[in-house]
């Protein structure tokens, strides 16, 4: 004898019957809630997940659980203000990420990837304030000169070296403070991303433009 399915065995029993013939509803209820099911596991069995559309939500909620580059940027710019240190950094917000830039000519020596004496000790607090941030930031430790070419003399070949040394200057100081180097990179770019065009100036403003785009910049960005 074949074994009756669980809607049969309900609704073949006299109890069932009895309530089929005086509610008929039911039958065609029951049959509709079946098929309703069917279609359902159907339905999700075809679906497909939405890799990246799930990775970029799982990335907005990790990144909303941690501290953006404005609130980063508020509290460097609290250590500026509580040092005195506006005249030796400041801070950038834009959409390649946070800055913060270190003017070259009060950090290095001329022609020179080591920091002035002393000047480690003054801008320590901006730099141990790097130390802490999330790990889904990204930091590049960027050298930018001045259009002036290097002397026979100096140590480095050009603008380029120097640069990138002053670069891998910062890198080294921020990696002996804890900041992982696979999080790092350098990058050296000479003169040719000015602040001032210096061919736009003269006199007085051109060496005041030439200070201005000695610059070591650390950027910070997802």
Known sequence: MEEKSVFESIFSSPKASKKSQSEPWLLSYSDLVTNLMAIFILLFSMSTIDVSRFDSVTHEM???????????????DATIAKHNLQKLVKTELGVSGMRVVFQGSSMFR????????GRLSQVDPVLNQLVGIDKIYQVSLEGHTDDVPLGRAARYADNWALSSARGVSLLQILKNKGVPIERMSVAGYADTRPVINPKSVVGNKLREARAINRRVVIRIFQ
């Open 62 to 76: 990790t990144r909303r659980k941690t501290d953006s580059l404005d609130l980063i940027k508020k509290k460097i």
């Open 110 to 117: 001329s022609a020179s990837a080591k920091l002035i004496p």
